[in-house]
């Protein structure tokens, strides 16, 4: 059974860095194929990818946002990390991470997300 | 990017009646085409991909058209669990797989 559990804080100050941690169980991202990638969810409930991993050690990022992320992975921990620099509160949102097949490339599974909110 | 565009916004139906969603894509996205349901507190729910193949566990209710740039998810003989927010998302051209803006879906 796949699963997907994002942990961090729930409130950043701004230009702060945002580090999020998903934790993965029933597949490994060393499996040929697999990727994990980051979506966020904003207040107004508008839905954006922000960035994926893929089990070669690929990586992609939205371009709008590419500047401020960095996503890593740790196999031995079944981990993928997301780190997002210089917080502002316009990146208040809901994270989510998620599991996708690249012979596939939808969003199959999805964690149950967490709130982060930016203020001082 | 490719913007993906759905209407209407929000959609009121009678339950056993049909709804039909729509979803245009700015270019075309072939038939890399997802659809998810998302409930008030949860995360959203793959219902949809490629088009027209349902996820698995997903009732035969639910069913996907379209190729290219226009595409529809029609749920017939509707249900009262199947209030939700609906998106559409196109996996076809990174950077990035971008979604729609949702339709909210009311049963009367």
């Known amino acids: 059974q796949i699963t997907l559990k994002e942990s961090g804080p729930t409130l950043v100050k701004p230009t702060q860095t945002l580090t999020l941690t998903c934790t993965l169980s029933g597949f490994s991202l060393s499996t040929s194929g697999v990727a994990v990638g980051w979506i966020r969810q904003t207040p107004g409930k508008a839905l954006e990818c922000l960035a994926l991993i893929y089990w070669d050690e690929d990586k992609r990022y939205n371009p709008s946002l590419e500047s401020r992320l960095t996503i890593t992975k740790d196999t031995s921990k079944n981990q993928v990390v997301l780190t997002m620099t210089n917080m502002d509160p316009v990146d208040t949102a809901t994270y989510y991470c998620?599991?996708?097949?690249?012979?596939?490339?939808?969003?199959?599974?999805w964690g149950q997300g967490t709130l982060v909110s930016v203020s001082s | 990017e490719t913007v993906m565009t759905q209407s209407p916004a929000t959609l009121s139906v009678s339950p056993g009646e049909r709804a039909t969603l729509s979803c245009r894509a700015s270019q075309t996205v072939n038939n890399y085409l997802a659809w998810y349901q998302q409930k008030p507190g949860q995360a959203p729910r793959l219902l949809i991909y490629?088009?027209?193949t349902r996820a698995t566990g997903i009732p035969a209710r639910f069913s996907g058209s379209g190729s290219g740039t226009e595409f529809t998810l029609t749920i017939s003989s509707l249900q009262s669990e199947d209030s939700a927010v609906y998106y559409c998302q196109q996996y076809n051209n990174w950077p990035p797989y971008t979604f729609g803006q949702g339709t909210k879906l009311e049963i009367k």
């Open positions: 998620v599991h996708l097949m690249t012979t596939k490339n939808h969003y199959d599974y």
């Open positions: 490629d088009a027209s």
